[in-house]
């Protein structure tokens, strides 16, 4: 049987390495996405067109017109974060929502461990919602982020109240 060649190996790595796909698989749960358009502070769509739905949060609604209280801040918040943006998207409980969405936590940053809370505080987007007051907890099913999502919603209460006094 004959060997590849150093040639042929690196061929097979560059086109693996340049060719990504649009939902890329990383490791169990996790893939990787391009962002395509934010909808609303917690609803996003992907590249290949499918909607994204936050695990854990609620944001303000957008629609029917006009936008609830915070619901422009929520959206312009997420845009900044994700819009044009890769991120990598970690799946919990059940795939989709009720209204097809898939139902992610959406990471800023491949995290390494995503069960560490400080990764979670500073590089799932979901959390950040939270710890900056634009989400509230939105508990569907059982969450493994439910009781530092509790936390994060009470810190992001509470830097909303500062930001209003005088």
């Known amino acids: 049987m ?4 150093i040639a042929a190996v690196l061929l097979v790595a560059l086109l693996l390495w340049a060719c990504p796909a649009q939902e890329q698989d990383l490791w169990p749960g996790i ?3 391009k962002v395509q358009r934010v909808v609303d502070g917690d609803t ?5 067109k499918e909607r994204v739905r936050f695990i854990g949060v609620d ?10 209280p915070g619901a422009v801040e929520a959206t312009n918040y997420t845009k900044k974060m994700v819009e044009g943006k890769t991120v990598w998207l970690e799946a919990e409980g059940n795939d989709r929502d009720r209204y097809g969405r898939l139902r992610r936590y959406v990471w800023l940053s491949r995290p390494t461990n995503p069960d ?3 990764q979670i505080r500073r590089h799932q987007l979901n959390a950040l919602l939270l710890s900056n007051g634009h989400a509230v907890v939105l ?3 059982k969450m493994k982020n439910e009781t530092l999502f509790r936390q994060l ?10 930001n209003r006094q005088p």
């Open 139 to 141: 508990r569907v099913e």
């Open 116 to 118: 560490d809370e400080s």
């Open 59 to 68: 944001t303000p609604e957008m629609t029917p017109a006009p936008p609830q």
């Open 31 to 33: 893939t990787q996405a």
């Open 44 to 48: 996003f769509v992907l590249e290949n």
């Open 153 to 162: 919603e009470k810190e992001g209460k509470g830097k909303k109240a500062a």
């Open 2 to 5: 004959k060997k590849p060649t």
